[in-house]
């Protein structure tokens, strides 16, 4: 019985281990156990496990963390910057786009084309950058390698006129210089014309031209200019020539343009086709110069309006608001035929002036009877009823008819 009992409390207190039979019967391996379902994911860690491998994972995330929330402000930092820029851009460009509106009311682009063409270059690029196009670097934009010889504008004033375009004639002009004028000694002496002013000096050097009409526009050109900045001019005849021009308003401007004119080379157009040309009782249309058989008329020709009611106003008390055109322009003594510097030598040729080759032989025996035209005579004559038909001088055809008569001279053999 003691032994019995011995032998339970012994079985009872054996703990079979790893090294026992019963021990590994008890704990068969782990491939022998059924497979449980595996979880995804880094394992648990043991409460009583080591603290660094967490530790590790924590400031992971929170590297990932901080480099996310980084990223995002310096998102938003950019976009606020390229809106600001693009705000800063807009602004650029609507100030250029003012200043190139002023300096087209200054007549920039008459005075000094070369300057108001990159100003305009500087423009387009300006609009193209606000527009997202960025194909031009900023080297372009300072320095463009083309720049257009001749701009277009819409709608600028010039002088009261409406302007379509401005001309390539370059003139840099400094008004400082104006009692200055005559022809330096160190400049090589080739075509250009100069002329000696101011003062009331008959000199002059239209007779230099080679083409009839030009030595006549040139003529003219130089009387109004010496007409327009005498101070002591008659106010009559000064109303008379630029009755048709609104140049009081904008003396400043009208006196450099007509400085340019007048100093123009020989080979340099003496007038502005951006300006108007009033074609007033058919002026330009006479005798057209004609190329490859088709007649070739004045560029933007066309009647006056407002300056014509306005002169016709001052010259009648007439209720001017239902008269018709012809009327004003009986009203303002401007009614007749008239005729621009190339219809005037248009008549002297039909005359026989300027093409004494095609003139009928005289028969043998006959009285022989030569006839010359006092050249100066002649434009000194149609001179004293010239009127300024916008950008191009103007003359009735019964004035110059009676100054071909009375400047001819004929001599019988």
Same mark, same amino acid.
């Given at each position: 019985?003691?032994?019995? *009992? %011995?032998?339970?409390?012994?079985? @009872?207190?054996?703990?079979?281990?790893?090294?026992?039979?019963?021990?590994?019967?008890?704990?068969?391996?782990? %491939?022998?156990?059924?497979?449980?379902?595996?979880?995804?994911?880094?394992?648990?860690?043991?409460?009583? !496990?080591?603290?660094?491998?967490?530790? @590790? @994972?924590?400031?992971?995330?929170?590297?990932?963390?901080?480099?996310?929330?980084?990223?995002?402000?310096?998102?938003?930092?950019?976009?606020?910057?390229?809106?600001?820029?693009?705000?800063?851009?807009?602004?650029?460009?609507?100030?250029? !786009?003012?200043?190139?509106?002023?300096?087209?009311?200054?007549?920039?682009?008459?005075?000094?084309?070369?300057?108001?063409?990159?100003?305009?270059?500087?423009?387009?690029?300006?609009?193209?950058?606000?527009?997202?196009?960025?194909?031009?670097?900023?080297?372009?934009?300072?320095?463009?390698?083309?720049?257009?010889?001749?701009?277009?504008?819409?709608?600028?004033?010039?002088?009261?006129?409406?302007?379509?375009?401005?001309?390539?004639?370059?003139?840099?002009?400094?008004?400082?210089?104006?009692?200055?004028?005559?022809?330096?000694?160190?400049?090589?002496?080739?075509?250009?014309?100069?002329? =000696?002013?101011?003062?009331? =000096?008959?000199?002059? &050097?239209?007779?230099?031209? =080679?083409?009839?009409?030009? #030595?006549?526009? @040139?003529?003219?050109?130089?009387?109004?200019?010496?007409?327009?900045?005498?101070?002591?001019?008659?106010?009559?005849?000064? &109303? $008379?020539?630029?009755?048709?021009?609104?140049?009081?308003?904008?003396?400043?401007?009208?006196?450099?343009?007509?400085?340019?004119?007048?100093? %123009?080379?020989?080979?340099?157009?003496?007038?502005?086709?951006?300006?108007?040309?009033?074609?007033?009782?058919?002026?330009?249309?006479?005798?057209?110069?004609?190329?490859?058989?088709?007649?070739?008329?004045?560029?933007? #020709?066309?009647?006056?309006?407002?300056?014509?009611?306005?002169?016709?106003?001052?010259? =009648?008390?007439?209720?001017?608001? %239902?008269?018709?055109?012809?009327?004003?322009?009986?009203?303002?003594?401007?009614?007749?035929?008239?005729?621009?510097?190339?219809?005037?030598?248009?008549?002297?040729?039909?005359?026989?002036? *300027?093409?004494?080759?095609?003139?009928?032989?005289?028969?043998?025996?006959?009285?022989?009877?030569?006839?010359?035209?006092?050249?100066?005579?002649?434009?000194?004559?149609?001179?004293?009823?010239?009127?300024?038909?916008? $950008?191009?001088?103007?003359?009735?055809?019964?004035?110059?008819?009676?100054?071909?008569?009375?400047?001819?001279? &004929?001599?019988?053999?």
């Amino acid at each position: 019985m003691a032994d019995n *009992l %011995s032998q339970t409390l012994s079985a @009872r207190c054996f703990v079979p281990n790893s090294q026992t039979r019963a021990g590994r019967a008890l704990h068969p391996p782990s %491939s022998l156990l059924p497979d449980a379902g595996k979880k995804r994911g880094r394992p648990k860690m043991a409460p009583d !496990a080591d603290t660094s491998r967490m530790d @590790r @994972r924590a400031q992971i995330r929170y590297a990932q963390r901080t480099y996310r929330h980084k990223k995002d402000v310096m998102y938003r930092n950019m976009e606020t910057r390229l809106a600001e820029l693009e705000r800063t851009m807009g602004r650029l460009s609507d100030s250029i !786009a003012d200043f190139h509106d002023m300096a087209v009311e200054s007549d920039l682009h008459v005075t000094h084309p070369h300057l108001f063409d990159h100003l305009s270059v500087t423009l387009s690029y300006a609009k193209r950058m606000t527009t997202g196009v960025q194909n031009e670097s900023s080297k372009d934009l300072d320095r463009p390698s083309t720049i257009p010889t001749k701009t277009n504008s819409t709608n600028p004033s010039s002088f009261g006129y409406i302007v379509n375009r401005s001309d390539d004639t370059e003139c840099d002009i400094n008004l400082n210089d104006i009692q200055n004028l005559t022809a330096e000694p160190n400049l090589p002496q080739t075509t250009q014309v100069y002329w =000696s002013l101011p003062g009331s =000096s008959s000199h002059t &050097y239209s007779f230099q031209e =080679s083409d009839p009409s030009r #030595m006549l526009q @040139r003529y003219c050109l130089e009387y109004i200019y010496r007409l327009f900045s005498d101070p002591r001019s008659d106010p009559g005849e000064f &109303y $008379r020539v630029f009755r048709l021009v609104p140049c009081v308003k904008y003396k400043e401007k009208m006196g450099r343009y007509l400085f340019c004119l007048v100093r %123009s080379d020989s080979d340099q157009p003496l007038e502005f086709p951006a300006l108007p040309f009033y074609c007033i009782g058919g002026a330009g249309t006479h005798y057209p110069e004609v190329k490859d058989g088709k007649a070739v008329y004045p560029e933007h #020709m066309r009647l006056p309006r407002r300056v014509l009611a306005t002169v016709a106003s001052l010259c =009648s008390d007439e209720d001017i608001s %239902s008269v018709d055109r012809q009327k004003l322009l009986m009203l303002a003594g401007l009614d007749g035929t008239w005729l621009d510097s190339r219809d005037v030598i248009g008549y002297l040729k039909e005359k026989g002036v *300027l093409d004494r080759d095609d003139q009928k032989s005289t028969p043998e025996g006959a009285e022989q009877v030569s006839w010359t035209l006092d050249i100066e005579g002649f434009f000194q004559a149609i001179l004293a009823n010239m009127v300024v038909l916008g $950008r191009s001088p103007g003359f009735r055809f019964i004035d110059v008819e009676a100054a071909f008569t009375a400047n001819l001279r &004929y001599d019988s053999k």
